[in-house]
């Protein structure tokens, strides 16, 4: 039932653009993408519902394919800011939120 | 705004003590969930509650974690007795309106148990 991220880990040049992928074997009311920092709390990105749509924050956005049970995370232009743990949240029935393995994001100058 | 904020953040207990976390959400969110997160992974579901009532506490180990929310705003989990195994980051979260579809959730810093 736990979404699965790819890749697990990746280490990117400031400035390199990236792409995370969130798979769920389950039907998908919405995709929540948060950040962690390693000892903060998991922050908020964005949610992207049913629909198929395709959202953007800044220079982060992300899109979701109800029928392939995918979002992808896209990070354009790293910032060193931008290393972290990154989570995608899968709601696989309503109101029950259960969140992926994790991809780790490390943004090097 | 106040975030979540939870207490304590770092604790120490051995074996077999009890321990206690406590939580108080953002003002207004009715929906108040505790997750446990093992190092490396993603954020784990214990129990969720709509204002004081728990609707889904299927991934709670009954036997020795308890959790309440007796007034609908703050939350206490506890353990008892505690046991290696429960070492990790006991994350509190809370979000308005009911569930998750939706509405944002917005995490707590976490208390951060080791049991020795």
């Known amino acids: 039932q736990q979404p699965v991220q790819s890749p697990q880990a990746v280490i990117l040049r400031e400035g390199e653009d990236a792409v995370i992928n969130c798979s769920s074997s389950k039907a998908l009311y919405s995709v929540h993408w948060y950040r962690q920092k390693h000892g903060e709390a998991p922050v908020f990105l964005m949610i992207l519902l049913k629909g198929g749509e395709q959202k953007g924050h800044e220079k982060i956005s992300a899109s979701f394919n109800e029928k392939k049970q995918q979002s992808s995370l896209y990070l354009t232009a790293s910032q060193l800011s931008y290393s972290g743990t990154y989570f995608c949240g899968t709601e696989v029935g309503f109101q029950k939120l259960v969140f992926g393995t994790g991809t780790r994001l490390l943004v090097s100058p | 705004e106040a975030g979540v904020v939870q207490s304590p953040r770092y604790k120490i207990i051995e074996k077999k003590q009890p321990v206690a976390f406590w939580c108080n959400p953002i003002?207004?969110?009715?929906?108040l969930y505790w997750y446990l997160q093992n190092l490396g992974q993603g954020p784990e579901l214990l129990i969720r509650y709509e204002n004081e009532e728990a609707v889904d506490d299927s991934q709670l180990p009954k036997d020795r974690f308890s959790a309440e929310r007796l007034k609908g705003v703050d939350s206490t989990l506890k353990i008892q007795p505690a046991e290696l195994g429960d070492s990790a980051v006991y994350l509190c979260?809370?979000?308005?309106?009911?569930?998750?579809?939706?509405?944002?959730?917005?995490f707590g810093e976490g208390s951060w148990l080791t049991v020795v």
């Open positions: 979260a809370s979000s308005s309106g009911q569930g998750a579809s939706g509405n944002t959730i917005y």
């Open positions: 003002s207004g969110h009715n929906t």
